[in-house]
């Protein structure tokens, strides 16, 4: 075991702190890293809160992160993807039993035996496991993804996230060019959700509430914005998109969305809203509509991912900000004043006394 800085939470209602946590040495198939950059991801702040104590209690003290860029410091002996100096990637899993069906066909999201980045219970250390708020990490080589050249390290952290949630609902629905895709929501997940189906070749029109947001949305990428507010602007859109992806975790009139697919057309729910979301019926029947919900994906998509950012030098639009100002971050995050990820410059750790 060796001893890594990291910001962690005590309790539901206090804030992260510093403190040293134990990492476990690197076995033969580990790959351990210095953490570089790591993405503020929602889901951070609710687990720091313990507002998903009926899932998945939060298991104290608790360190987030799971949007995880890193240079490798040393590889075990039977490590083949990557050698010392090397960038590699870490996004929300970091084991999975490798023999269930899920496994064998690259879905490890979907592995009944997943080991989460962080608040999960570790088999290596009999502990829970301690996320990307720190200056180090260990993962084995199968959950270490290799990342770009040419991409801006900053914004690739929120790939192994943000990134992944909006890009695999595309591609497993078969984005391409020709079809027209709605995207709701202009935030974390938003905003790569455009890019992403831009540059698949889609029509992309964005769904928000607010007018403000109608340029950013087209320097995304957007060719058109919608004010979902406005009936008539939301009516000459009716039975025409291939896909939605929903990207709102608030509640809202999802019928008023599945109202705007063509026959067979499919809207994916990325977000996660509190509360249940009413369904009408019909508004499925009529049209053969589907409604889905789509989570990360697997170690071999999420690698498609980063070879496609290289490939269209997409990464996310991000705000740099030092270790240091954690609870400022989660408070913003909370008015939702970020455009459009947070990500936490490790080298800040280097200015602690």
């Given at each position: 075991?060796?001893?890594?800085?990291?910001?962690?939470?005590?309790?539901?209602?206090?804030?992260?702190a510093p403190t040293t946590i134990a990492r476990r040495d690197a076995t033969e198939t580990d790959v351990q890293m210095e953490i570089l950059f790591c993405g503020i991801c929602h889901s951070d702040l609710h687990q720091a809160r313990n507002e998903w104590s009926g899932v998945m209690p939060t298991v104290y003290p608790c360190v987030p992160?799971?949007?995880?860029?890193?240079?490798?410091?040393?590889?075990?002996?039977a490590v083949t993807k990557f050698k010392v100096g090397d960038i590699g990637a870490v996004g929300c899993m970091v084991d999975s039993d490798g023999t269930c069906p899920d496994c064998k066909e690259g879905l490890e999201q979907f592995c009944p035996n997943l080991t989460l980045t962080y608040n999960f219970p570790d088999?290596?250390?009999?502990?829970?496991?301690?996320?990307?708020?720190?200056?180090?990490?260990?993962?084995?080589?199968?959950?270490?993804?290799?990342?770009?050249?040419?991409?801006?390290?900053?914004?690739?952290?929120?790939?192994?996230?943000?990134?992944?949630?909006?890009?695999?609902?595309?591609?497993?629905?078969?984005?391409t060019k020709g079809k027209k895709v709605g995207?709701?929501?202009?935030?974390?997940?938003?905003?790569?959700?455009?890019?992403?189906?831009?540059?698949?070749?889609?029509?992309?029109?964005?769904?928000?509430t607010s007018a403000s947001k109608k340029d950013d949305a087209l320097r995304l990428g957007a060719d058109e914005v919608v004010i979902s507010k406005n009936a008539d602007e939301m009516a000459k859109h009716t039975g025409s998109f291939d896909f939605i992806l929903d990207c709102v975790s608030a509640d809202h009139d999802i019928n008023?969305?599945?109202?705007?697919?063509?026959?067979?057309?499919?809207?994916?729910?990325?977000?996660?809203?509190?509360?249940?979301?009413a369904v009408a019926a019909f508004a499925l029947l009529f049209g053969r509509r589907s409604l889905s919900g789509s989570?990360?994906?697997?170690?071999?998509?999420?690698?498609?991912?980063?070879?496609f950012c290289g490939k269209h030098n997409i990464t996310?639009?991000?705000?740099?900000?030092?270790?240091?100002?954690?609870?400022?971050?989660?408070?913003?995050?909370?008015?939702s004043d970020v455009k459009y990820r947070f990500v936490i410059d490790m080298a800040s750790f280097k200015s602690e006394a």
């Open positions: 075991m060796y001893n890594a800085k990291a910001y962690s939470a005590a309790s539901p209602t206090s804030p992260l992160g799971h949007e995880i860029v890193g240079r490798v410091t040393k590889v075990g002996s088999k290596h250390t009999g502990g829970v496991t301690y996320g990307g708020y720190s200056d180090g990490i260990v993962v084995d080589q199968r959950f270490v993804l290799k990342v770009p050249e040419n991409l801006d390290l900053a914004g690739v952290a929120p790939l192994l996230c943000a990134g992944i949630t909006t890009f695999s609902p595309l591609h497993h629905w078969g984005i995207v709701v929501g202009l935030g974390g997940l938003g905003h790569m959700g455009v890019k992403f189906a831009h540059a698949l070749g889609a029509h992309v029109v964005l769904f928000t008023a969305y599945l109202n705007l697919l063509r026959r067979d057309g499919n809207l994916c729910l990325v977000g996660a809203p509190e509360k249940p979301l989570p990360i994906g697997g170690t071999v998509e999420t690698q498609e991912m980063l070879d996310a639009d991000v705000e740099i900000v030092p270790v240091q100002k954690i609870n400022e971050a989660y408070d913003r995050l909370l008015k």
